[in-house]
């Protein structure tokens, strides 16, 4: 699983034994590549204590089947996220990591790892300012259509030599420095308090837990008077009016990007019911759960 290769930070999966969590089923090197690496994988259905190496290069994953609950622990604590088809992740350079999760059905991936060279020049020609790699990832995770595209189509591209592959890299450096950096929402203001940041963080991991105002205040060490106060002031929005948008608006990717019934949606996106999630979704995109799919 280890390539040889000067422009990207392979050395830290070395001893890794990778053939135990993932089999890979393609890879971009086959086709002479090397300014830019994808491959897609099978995963293990059940994984314990999977050691994800901090590397320097950006290393992009998009989920294309399966669903899990996944445990990821970063310096000391963990933390939760949904694995489903369309999520995508971003891994903030440098950061090794330890994963659990156990999946109801076969899982695949594209994955992406962009040079850490392409993207220092990249940020360079763009006026050289630091990039926030954690605002980066986390603005990732809340969804980009056109790197999904694109990812999507690089899976399954035969482009022979390596024009391709370093003009993808490009751009794809290009649309997360210009798209992705400096703040972790769009609707979040840059002089945001810091909690607020943590609160939303928390929302996006555990949307389909039963969330109450007291659980997300008392992440933060604050009242949930204080909490609604400073989350308001910071986005416009109360918490539960936010959570519920971010609700909606993984309903929509998962009608877009699956087949999976409406019943089985409702509890993954926080709903109690389908009925719950019918009516929520109603109010705001003025359509039905089935009639924006169809659509």
């Known amino acids: 699983m280890v390539f040889d290769s000067v422009h990207f930070d392979f050395q830290p999966y070395a001893g890794i034994d990778m053939d135990r969590y993932v089999r890979r089923t393609r890879c971009s090197w086959d086709v002479g590549w090397r300014s830019l690496l994808v491959q897609r994988f099978d995963h293990a259905p059940v994984v314990e204590d999977l050691e994800l190496p901090g590397t320097a290069d950006l290393h992009l994953v998009l989920a294309e089947a399966g669903h899990a609950e996944m445990e990821t622990r970063t310096g000391g604590r963990w933390s939760r996220h949904t694995w489903s088809p369309g999520r995508l ?7 090794p990591a330890l994963r659990r999760y156990r999946a109801d059905g076969p899982m695949r991936s594209v994955q992406v790892h962009i040079p850490w060279g392409t993207v220092e020049r990249t940020a360079a020609q763009l006026g050289g300012h630091a990039v926030d790699y954690e605002s980066m990832a986390a603005s990732v995770a809340a969804g980009d259509p056109l790197i999904d595209e694109i990812m999507r189509a690089l899976g399954t591209a035969d482009e022979v030599g390596d024009l391709y592959a370093e003009s993808a890299a490009a751009f794809l450096a290009v649309r997360l420095l210009t798209h992705h950096r400096g703040r972790s929402d769009p609707r979040v203001p840059v002089r945001d308090d810091t909690r607020v940041r943590t609160v939303i963080a928390l929302m996006r991991d ?22 609604v106060r400073v989350f308001k002031a910071a986005t416009g929005e109360t918490p539960h009016r936010y959570l519920t948008r971010l609700r909606i608006e993984e309903a929509q990717r998962l009608l877009r990007n ?28 003025g359509m039905r759960p089935s009639a924006y799919r169809n659509s």
């Open 206 to 227: 555990r949307l389909a837990e039963p969330l109450t105002l007291a659980d997300l205040a008392g992440e933060v060490y604050l009242s949930v008077y204080h909490l």
């Open 258 to 285: 699956s087949d999976l019934p409406i019943a089985e949606i409702a509890p993954r996106c926080g709903f109690a019911s389908p009925g719950a999630l019918s009516a929520a979704f109603l109010r705001e995109t």
């Open 89 to 95: 992740e971003l891994s903030v350079p440098g950061r």
